[in-house]
Every structure is written in C-alpha cells, then in structure tokens.
C-alpha cells in the first residue's frame, strides 16, 4: 500500500519562503510522477507542479512560475517543493500525490493516486 507523507508547510509572512517535503512508501518511488496541488477555503483542488520520475522535466501553475521549484530525490523517496516570494493567495492546504501510471506525466487531479494528508501553509499580509 503507497503512503504519502507531506510535512514543512506552516505560518509565513508574504515574501517569505518555505520548502515542502513528500515522502513516499509502498512502490517504487523512481517509476512515478509526483505533483503537488492545493486547496484554499471555499475553492477547488488546483494543480500547483509536477515532476517526471527521472526528475527531467517539470511542469508548473503558471500562478507559481518562477517562484516554486519542484524537485525529487529518488534514492530518499521524498519529493520536495520550495516556495519562495509566497503571497497571501498562497495559502492553501498543499497535498502531494503521485501519478496512477509508471513511466507518465499527468497533470490534472485524476491522474493521480494516491494522495497524502496535507500540509496547511499560511501567507500573512
């Protein structure tokens, strides 16, 4: 069974930066995609970043380009997320979650299972 574990997220003021943390148990790690989503108050889960299985390519939310950088190491089965120049409309519960299919790079929430528990992150104005 595949078990998710985000940890890292917390309070921040704006302009701050935090660094999320996934780590993964259960199938092999270096076979899947990862991504991270989140969610705010009131709205739906959103795409926020991906990673493929080798680390070669990334993709992001164009509301986070430039300022989160996705990456992975496969020999930690941990999948990392640091978010720098944060804004209050960062807040969100963040949730990392890992591609349903070997070897393939989705992007939107039904590609991916399974999910981990979240982590809530913060932004103070």
């Known amino acids: 069974q595949v078990q998710l574990v985000e940890s890292g997220g917390g309070l921040v003021q704006a302009g701050g930066s935090l660094r999320l943390s996934c780590a993964a148990s259960?199938?092999?790690?270096?076979?899947?995609?990862m991504g991270w989503f989140r969610q705010a108050p009131g709205k739906e889960r959103e795409f926020v970043a991906v990673i493929s299985w080798s680390a070669g390519t990334t993709y992001y939310a164009d509301s986070v380009k430039g300022r989160f950088t996705i990456s992975r190491d496969n020999a930690k089965d941990t999948v990392y997320l640091q978010m720098n120049g944060l804004k209050p409309e960062d807040t969100a519960v963040y949730y990392c979650a890992q591609d349903r299919t070997p070897n393939k790079m989705g992007y939107n929430i039904d590609d991916f299972d399974p999910w981990g528990q979240g982590t809530q992150v913060t932004v103070s104005s």
């Open positions: 259960g199938r092999t790690f270096s076979s899947y995609a």
